[in-house]
């Protein structure tokens, strides 16, 4: 059995209900966000490898390892959500497909050097930095959501020199940041494929995007059709619940 610390527990990967995950409320538990990359991104089924950037306490990697065969590997920044996705690997029994590494994704093209991925996913912050008074007390929060550490452009620089010619990046992020999204990905050679907006609900603001790009591929973008979250009686939709709980 896998050591839990402080207030850890270990909970259900909702649909996958043989697999299991290391949580945190103080320090990192995974949201929507999380879900919905992993079930709307590209995956090499048998052949091929996979990179997820600011991988937390490794979910989307667990997600991704129901879909795919190939080795995924996660990169963590901040030590304590790495171990707790190390402890996340065994206890799933995944260590012959998933590895993690602790490191800042802005070292790993020179780490990975000409070792390009297929597919390279990333949930990173999402806010620019605030003021040092404005920033979240709690340390693991605030680097999640603010780019303290590394820059939007950082990601989507690191993401295409990881990405093989024809590999695929896939992000979700903000709405508010599409337009600097594609800019960053045209000037790092990324050609955006395919997008998704999800709605907390008809009639409401889009509050995620998911987005996913081609590195040196061709113009040519397909948006998908809305995703909303909620009915107006602030259920699931049947889609949500699909994607969450499985059929």
């Known amino acids: 059995m ?4 402080g207030d850890e527990r270990i909970d259900y990967l909702l649909a996958e209900e043989n697999m299991r995950i290391i949580q945190s409320p103080s320090v990192f538990a995974f949201s929507l966000d999380a879900v919905l990359l992993a079930d709307f991104t590209y995956v090499p089924k048998t052949r091929g490898k996979i990179l997820d950037l600011c991988t937390g306490n490794g979910v989307i990697p667990l997600f991704l390892s129901r879909r795919s065969s190939v080795p995924i590997t996660g990169v963590e920044l901040q030590e304590r959500l790495y171990d707790m996705a190390l402890r996340n690997v065994e206890l799933n029994g995944l260590g012959n497909q998933l590895s993690m590494i602790h490191g800042d994704l802005k070292d790993m093209p020179a780490y990975y050097g000409n070792r390009k991925f297929d597919l390279v996913t990333c949930n990173p912050p999402y806010f620019p930095t605030p003021k040092s008074d404005e920033q979240n007390l709690n340390e693991h929060f605030a680097i999640a ?5 590394c ?26 940041r599409l337009v600097e999204i594609i800019e960053l990905f045209k000037k790092y050679k990324l050609e955006p ?6 709605y907390p609900k008809e009639g409401k603001e889009a509050n995620i995007l998911l987005i996913e790009g081609t590195r040196d591929g061709k113009p040519g973008l397909t948006i998908l059709p809305p995703l909303y979250a909620l009915t107006h009686e602030d259920e699931y939709t049947p889609e949500l619940k699909e994607i ?3 059929k």
């Open 2 to 5: 896998v050591q839990l610390y």
């Open 193 to 198: 494929k395919r997008m998704r907006l999800v």
């Open 151 to 176: 820059s939007l452009e950082d990601v989507i620089e690191s993401c295409s020199r990881l990405a093989k010619s024809g590999g695929k990046v896939s992000m979700v992020h903000r709405p508010d």
């Open 244 to 246: 969450l709980y499985g």
């Open 145 to 149: 959501r603010h780019e303290i550490y």
